[in-house]
């Protein structure tokens, strides 16, 4: 450990928290190792710790040490215990807001606790730690510069391919939370609207044990996720290239292949070309040909 992570060790006897303050304080999304140090002490401190799940949380709280009193706050009482939990603020209690897992409010409940917060000009203050999307991102091998999230899509065909239909251009990176029972299904309808060359990456059980994260062709993906049932179990997040990447890679292949198939035999040029850019071979080759025949 650095003299500077020691020198901001927290102090078990400081104080953390200030009365009458909402704390969102991130949990870890697999590894417990992910926890905070502030988090542990805003937890440890409040005086009310609202979580999705009691029993789940109890075990993190428990594996802590911290026996703050425990609220359930989730989307079928959100209503009702947003108007308690605002009282408990106004009152000059300290709430610490947490999900199962990752950072509350993303794709987890909060929205209405913090919306009306700022309404009743209560303090919010993020305690912030791992959140499954932006994991997975740092970790894509794809465009950071510009992304946007996504959420779950639905869980209908019709209407996820409506959901996806409009993203077809998004220049942007993508990231979508998917359901390991949807995957199969979400990553063809991704297909039909994105097409099979588009790079997608996928990152199931970020932080544990069994922690994968592969970059591949839509179509390549799909083939590796049927023919591996355990592609098909635990926690995904799905990482989509933008259009306009996926159309200046394309740009890229042809260019070398165009150049190279005007000098060598097909062969060689897919050769170089999986070489150069580290592309899968059979869609360089079957590329290859399609730009021989033109
Ligand atoms: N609030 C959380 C966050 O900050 O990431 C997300 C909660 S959302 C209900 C749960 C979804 O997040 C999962 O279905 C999955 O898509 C993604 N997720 C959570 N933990 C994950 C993990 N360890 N690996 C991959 N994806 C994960």
Redesign the pocket.
Known sequence: MSEEISEIKPDPHGSFVSPGTLYLV?TP??NLADITQRAISVLGQVDIIAAEDTRHSQRLLSFLGIRSKLLAYHEHNEERMTAKLLAELAAGKSIALI??????????PGYRLVTQGHDNEIDIVPVPG????I??LSAAGLATDAFTFEG?PPAKQGARLHFFEPLAQQQRTMIF???CHKIIDTLKDMQEVFGSDRRVTF??????TF?TIKRMRLSDLISWVEGDKNQRK????LVVEGAEAAAEDTAQIDYYLSTLLAELPVKQSVKLVVKLTGENKNDVYKRALELKDD
């Open positions: 991130a999304i697999g999900s199962d897992a990752g950072t509350p409010l993303i794709s987890d791992v959140c499954a999307a994991t997975a779950f939370y998917v359901s990152a199931r059980e970020l932080t544990k922690e635990g926690e995904i997040v």
